[in-house]
């Protein structure tokens, strides 16, 4: 089992930048980021892969960007130009297998989160 460790989140005006981290406690293929809003369903932002391919929601295209460091095991989300619908919990997400969807089921290790708030 791969324990997630999220980090970096905060408040921020609209127009800002965060930047989030995972720190993950061994190697897996699939490392990705995914949010919650309240009230709504957890939803995919961006997925990366052993080999860098990514993959992005289109309310996040050219905005973020996702990156790894494999030899650190290492996660990270830089968030530009955030909005105020950005505004959810963070959670890093990842798993062993060889495809990296954005979608929430398919992923089987989970961190506890971090809060991100953008105000307007």
């Known amino acids: 089992q791969v324990q997630l460790v999220e980090s970096g989140g905060g408040s921020v005006q609209a127009g800002g930048s965060l930047r989030l981290s995972c720190v993950a406690s061994?190697?897996?293929?699939?490392m990705g980021w995914f949010r919650q809003a309240p009230g709504k369903d957890r939803e995919g932002v961006a997925t990366?892969?052993?080999?860098?391919?990514?993959r992005y929601a289109d309310s996040v295209k050219g905005r973020f960007t996702i990156s790894r460091d494999s030899a650190k095991n290492t996660l990270s989300l830089q968030m530009n130009s955030l909005k105020p619908e950005d505004t959810a919990m963070y959670y890093c997400?990842?798993?062993?297998?060889?495809?990296?969807?954005?979608?929430?089921?398919?992923?089987?290790?989970w961190g506890q989160g971090t809060q991100v708030t953008v105000s307007s």
């Open positions: 997400a990842a798993d062993v297998r060889r495809w990296c969807p954005l979608v929430v089921s398919y992923y089987s290790e």
């Open positions: 061994d190697s897996t293929y699939c």
């Open positions: 990366i892969d052993s080999l860098g391919f990514t």
